[in-house]
């Protein structure tokens, strides 16, 4: 094979300008600094659907951090308008708060479609899911949900 034939080394022999390569960091850096608060929220969001509140104490236990953690973050969430929650109660998403778990929902869930469908196993797809989803750009997560619907159909053809 000669040495630039494999696409993955042609992608990675192309020198990027200064520029174009701290805009690769900044977008990454902006996505690790949202990726903590759409954790929460998302969990909330499970814990108000699966046991009808979200208490610190089940954030803590499920994200597997202190109490002290969950109470700086939950603080961090109210400034950001997405949390509201009052001493020795439950914590509440706002319609903010809300929709950000909606769209976290549906990230998660094209990106972990995708996954299983490539043939990752259920159990590697969930983790790899849980840590892609913050990072996908609306571009590529169109392109997995695209792949998916017509791979979906294509698979239900073959099945009838």
């Known amino acids: 094979m000669r040495k630039w034939a494999d696409p993955v080394r042609r992608a990675h022999a192309k020198l990027l300008t200064a ?6 960091f900044d977008r990454t850096r902006s996505d690790h600094r949202t990726e903590i608060a759409e954790d929460y929220v ?4 499970d814990l108000i659907d699966g046991m009808g509140e979200a208490r610190a104490v089940d954030l803590a236990g499920r994200l597997g951090v202190t109490n002290a953690t969950v109470n700086n973050t939950v603080a961090r969430l109210q400034r950001d308008g ?3 929650s009052e001493p020795y109660r439950s914590i509440f998403l706002t319609e903010k708060g809300w929709e950000l778990a909606r769209q976290c929902r549906r990230r998660h869930a094209v990106v972990l479609a995708f996954l ?4 990752v196993s259920d159990e590697v797809a969930a983790i790899d899911a849980e840590g892609i989803e913050h990072h996908v750009s609306a571009e590529t997560l169109e392109a997995f949900e695209r792949f998916t ?3 979906a159909r294509t698979k239900e053809a073959k099945e009838t």
């Open 116 to 119: 299983k469908l490539l043939g």
């Open 42 to 45: 998302e969990l909330i969001a």
């Open 19 to 24: 520029e174009e390569r701290a805009a690769q």
């Open 82 to 84: 997405l949390v509201r």
């Open 149 to 151: 619907r017509a791979n």
